[in-house]
């Protein structure tokens, strides 16, 4: 016959706690004091007690479940936030929902009460789109929500600051002589989709060039989609407009890499004759020798995830922005062997 498994209800006993006690202990809150978690942790093992997960999730009215909102395209980016937001929820016993943009509409039944987003103990929400709509619109739950890659004075945000990103890149591309170019990302034209990052750097980029007595002619910038092939077609783009060298600052790691392929086919050299700077720091610059602006992206993610616990566990303050900056790491692709004149 199968040995009966003991309940918490005896660990409370024995414990000389309440059940809330226990529970708390069970998910690591912080106001159980240090004594009294290490004697309900002991009393656990003594018994042989395991929590039962559904039981655990029924408790108190709390799924212990939370809901992701994000672009359904896999990217990079959107794998290394989900591994920050993630570590952090995995240490609290916490599942993740995800919740995909396909389209337009399905981003706008995300506005609707009924969108099982919102039967979770609380939303993460990574899209431009949608936190571009909140001045006229809040979620529709009394969950916790908060935002991450985006801002909104109504939620809690974790954000890198992509303007302050395109003055950093301005600051180090306006030292090399040559014509500065720009490779922007391509806006979505529906309103609901609107990502504007790419736009962001790229005037960061501008306004920092104007501080530095440079300018950046219309005509050099070249807006593309987010892919490797329009980062080949900006530089073929600007082989057309002058000679080398080339300044490049491309609005993303993607789009750099496009112009370090059509680099070595064009047969021009890395750092001399172009001379490149990405953005997003994705880990696979480093053996390619691009000099990037890396985001702290799994620390965005684990803040947001943070801050969501937090609202979930009570706190009711003001809504909190935790901007995050992007760090310059230079490599052989801004590293110029000789000097060129303009």
């Given at each position: 016959?199968?040995?009966?498994?003991?309940?918490?209800?005896?660990?409370?006993?024995?414990?000389?706690?309440?059940?809330?006690?226990?529970?708390?202990?069970?998910?690591?809150?912080p106001?159980?004091?240090?004594?009294t978690?290490?004697?309900?942790?002991?009393t656990?093992?003594?018994?042989?007690?395991?929590?039962?997960?559904?039981?655990?999730?029924?408790?108190?009215?709390?799924?212990?479940?939370?809901?992701?909102?994000?672009?359904?395209?896999?990217?990079?980016?959107?794998?290394?936030?989900?591994?920050?937001?993630?570590?952090?929820?995995?240490?609290?016993?916490?599942?993740?929902?995800?919740?995909?943009?396909?389209?337009?509409?399905?981003?706008?039944?995300?506005?609707?009460?009924?969108?099982?987003?919102?039967?979770?103990?609380?939303?993460?929400?990574?899209?431009?789109?949608?936190?571009?709509?909140?001045?006229?619109?809040?979620?529709?739950?009394?969950?916790?929500?908060?935002?991450?890659?985006?801002?909104s004075?109504?939620?809690?945000?974790?954000?890198?600051?992509?303007?302050?990103?395109?003055?950093?890149?301005?600051?180090?591309?306006a030292?090399?002589?040559?014509?500065?170019?720009?490779?922007?990302?391509?806006?979505?034209?529906?309103?609901?989709m609107?990502n504007?990052?790419?736009?962001?750097?790229?005037?960061?980029?501008?306004?920092?060039?104007?501080?530095?007595?440079?300018?950046?002619?219309e005509?050099?910038?070249?807006?593309?989609?987010?892919?490797?092939?329009?980062?080949?077609?900006?530089?073929?783009?600007f082989?057309?407009?002058?000679?080398?060298?080339?300044?490049?600052?491309?609005?993303?790691?993607?789009?750099?890499?496009?112009?370090?392929?059509?680099?070595?086919?064009?047969?021009?050299?890395?750092?001399?004759?172009?001379?490149?700077?990405?953005?997003?720091?994705?880990?696979?610059?480093?053996?390619?020798?691009?000099?990037?602006?890396?985001?702290?992206?799994?620390?965005?993610?684990?803040?947001?995830?943070?801050?969501?616990?937090?609202?979930?566990?009570?706190?009711?303050?003001?809504?909190?922005?935790?901007?995050?900056?992007?760090t310059?790491?230079?490599?052989?692709?801004?590293?110029?062997?000789?000097?060129?004149?303009?």
């Amino acid at each position: 016959m199968a040995t009966r498994k003991p309940t918490i209800h005896e660990v409370a006993r024995q414990a000389k706690v309440g059940i809330g006690t226990v529970s708390r202990v069970l998910n690591n809150h912080p106001s159980v004091r240090a004594e009294t978690r290490e004697r309900v942790l002991a009393t656990m093992a003594s018994l042989g007690y395991s929590p039962n997960p559904h039981a655990r999730r029924v408790a108190g009215g709390r799924s212990y479940t939370i809901s992701l909102i994000l672009p359904v395209i896999s990217t990079e980016f959107y794998n290394r936030l989900l591994e920050g937001i993630e570590q952090v929820l995995s240490e609290e016993r916490y599942e993740l929902a995800l919740f995909p943009i396909f389209s337009p509409p399905r981003l706008l039944r995300y506005l609707e009460s009924r969108s099982l987003a919102y039967q979770t103990d609380g939303l993460l929400v990574a899209s431009q789109g949608l936190a571009h709509l909140l001045p006229d619109q809040k979620f529709p739950t009394e969950r916790p929500v908060v935002l991450v890659d985006a801002h909104s004075p109504r939620y809690d945000s974790a954000y890198v600051d992509n303007y302050l990103g395109g003055q950093m890149a301005a600051q180090h591309l306006a030292q090399f002589p040559g014509k500065l170019f720009a490779i922007q990302m391509q806006e979505e034209l529906d309103e609901v989709m609107r990502n504007t990052v790419g736009q962001e750097r790229v005037a960061g980029f501008r306004a920092g060039l104007e501080q530095a007595g440079r300018r950046l002619p219309e005509t050099h910038v070249f807006i593309s989609r987010f892919s490797v092939e329009g980062g080949r077609l900006a530089l073929q783009h600007f082989m057309r407009l002058t000679k080398p060298p080339y300044n490049i600052f491309a609005g993303a790691d993607l789009l750099a890499l496009g112009v370090l392929e059509e680099a070595e086919r064009q047969g021009l050299e890395l750092g001399e004759q172009v001379r490149l700077l990405g953005f997003d720091g994705h880990p696979w610059t480093a053996a390619k020798g691009l000099s990037t602006l890396a985001q702290p992206i799994e620390e965005m993610g684990a803040e947001a995830a943070r801050m969501l616990l937090e609202r979930i566990r009570g706190y009711r303050g003001s809504p909190r922005a935790r901007r995050f900056e992007p760090t310059l790491v230079v490599r052989k692709s801004t590293q110029p062997h000789s000097v060129y004149t303009d």
